[in-house]
C-alpha cells in the first residue's frame, strides 16, 4: 500500500542534540531495556508456575508483562544502535511498519488496562459473582479481543499516513517512527491522514479511559463503605498499582497525541514519549512485584525449589 513516490528512506534524529552523552544514554537504555525483558519475563514465569496466580487477575498480568516487552522492543533496540553509531537510515517501508506494530501495541495495552480495571472492579465490587462472572474462558475471550482490536484498530490511519508523498526533507525529529513528525514531512495534503490519525486515537484513549476511570470510581465508593480501616488499606492495594500505571500511561499519551502543539517535535515532547515507550514498562515488574506479597511468596518458592535442585 505504499506510495510510489515516497522517499526511499528516512533519518531518525534521536537525541542528535546530546551526542557528547551518547555513551551514557546507550548503557542507561541498555540496562533499562534488559531489566524490562528480565522483569516483566519473570512476571510471567511466575503466573504460570505458581498455582496460587492462577487467576484471572495474574492471567491479564501476563499478557500485559508479555505486551511490554514487545511493545518497548519495537523502540527501544533501534534507539540503542543509534546512540552507538550515529543517526541512521530507516527505509519507508520499515517506518510505516514499525509505527504499525507501536500504535497497535498501544492500542493493545490501552485494552488491557480498561479490563484490568474492570477485573477490579468485579472482584471487590461484585465478589460472590466474581467466579462465574471472570471464569477461564471469559478471561481467555477478553485477552484475545485486547489483542485482536489492537492490532486492527490501527490499520485505517497506517494506510492512510502509507499513502502520502514524501519528496521533501527526509530527517524525522524524533526517536522512532510516530505519526506526527511523519505526516509534518509529507508534501502532499495531509488533511484525511492527520484526521484519521486523531479521531482513531482520540476514540481509543478516551474511552478506555472512561471505562477504567468507571471502574476505579465504583471500586472507590466500594471502599468507602468498608467498616473498618485495615479493610480499606488492604482492599485498596490491591489496585494502586495497576492506578499508578494507568494513571502515567494516560497522562503521557493524552498530552502527546490529544493536545495541540507546535507540529514540530520538540525536546520536551521526546522525553514525554520515553515516559510511555519506557519508564511505564519499567515500573510494570517493579510495582508488580516488589509491592506485591503474593508474587514476593511465588518468587520464594520458584527460589526455594531451584536451592532444593541445586544441592
Known amino acids: 500500500m505504499l506510495n510510489n513516490t515516497s522517499a526511499p528512506e528516512f533519518i531518525l534524529l534521536g537525541f542528535s542534540g546530546f551526542q ?59 534507539l540503542l544502535g543509534d546512540f ?26 490501552f485494552f488491557l488496562l480498561a479490563i484490568m480495571a474492570y477485573d477490579r472492579y468485579l472482584a471487590i465490587c461484585q465478589p460472590l459473582q466474581y467466579p462465574v462472572l471472570m471464569n477461564s474462558s471469559v478471561c481467555a475471550c477478553l485477552a484475545c479481543s485486547c489483542w485482536l482490536g489492537g492490532f486492527l484498530t490501527p490499520f485505517l ?31 502532499g495534503d495531509t488533511f484525511m491522514a492527520d484526521t484519521m490519525v486523531f479521531l482513531v486515537s482520540a476514540v ?33 492495594s490491591t489496585c494502586a498499582s495497576h492506578l499508578t500505571v494507568v494513571t502515567i500511561f494516560y497522562s503521557t499519551v493524552i498530552f502527546m497525541y490529544l ?3 507546535s507540529g514540530q517535535t520538540s525536546e520536551l515532547e521526546k522525553v514525554v514519549s520515553v515516559f510511555y515507550t519506557v519508564i511505564t514498562p519499567v515500573l510494570n515488574p517493579i510495582i508488580y512485584t516488589l509491592r506485591n506479597k503474593d508474587v514476593k511468596k511465588a518468587l520464594g518458592k520458584v527460589l526455594s525449589r531451584t536451592k532444593q535442585l541445586a544441592t
Do not use: W
Not at 505486551?67 to 522492543?73: F, N
Not at 490511519?157 to 526517536?175: D, E, V, Y
Open 84 to 109: 552507538l553509531t550515529g543517526p541512521q537510515a530507516i527505509s519507508l517501508q520499515a517506518c510505516i511498519t514499525q509505527m504499525y506494530f507501536f500504535f497497535s501495541l498501544g492500542t493493545t495495552e
Open 259 to 261: 493536545c495541540p502543539h
Open 204 to 236: 481509543i484513549v478516551l474511552v478506555s479511559f472512561l471505562l477504567t476511570l468507571t471502574s476505579y470510581a465504583l471500586i472507590v465508593s466500594t471502599i468507602l463503605d468498608l467498616p473498618s480501616a485495615s479493610g480499606r488499606h488492604k482492599t485498596f
Open 157 to 187: 490511519p497506517i494506510a492512510f499516513i502509507s499513502q502520502l508523498p514524501f519528496n521533501g526533507s527526509n530527517q524525522i525529529n524524533h526517536f522512532f517512527c510516530d505519526t506526527s513528525p511523519l505526516i509534518n514531512l509529507s508534501t
Open 20 to 78: 557528547e552523552f551518547r555513551i551514557l544514554l546507550f548503557f542507561s537504555f541498555l540496562v533499562v531495556y534488559l531489566f524490562i525483558l528480565l522483569g516483566n519475563a519473570l512476571i510471567i514465569l511466575l503466573s504460570n508456575m505458581d498455582v496460587a496466580l492462577h487467576v484471572p487477575m495474574y492471567f491479564f498480568l501476563s499478557n500485559f508483562s508479555f505486551l511490554e516487552m514487545c511493545y518497548t522492543s519495537v523502540t527501544v533496540p533501534r
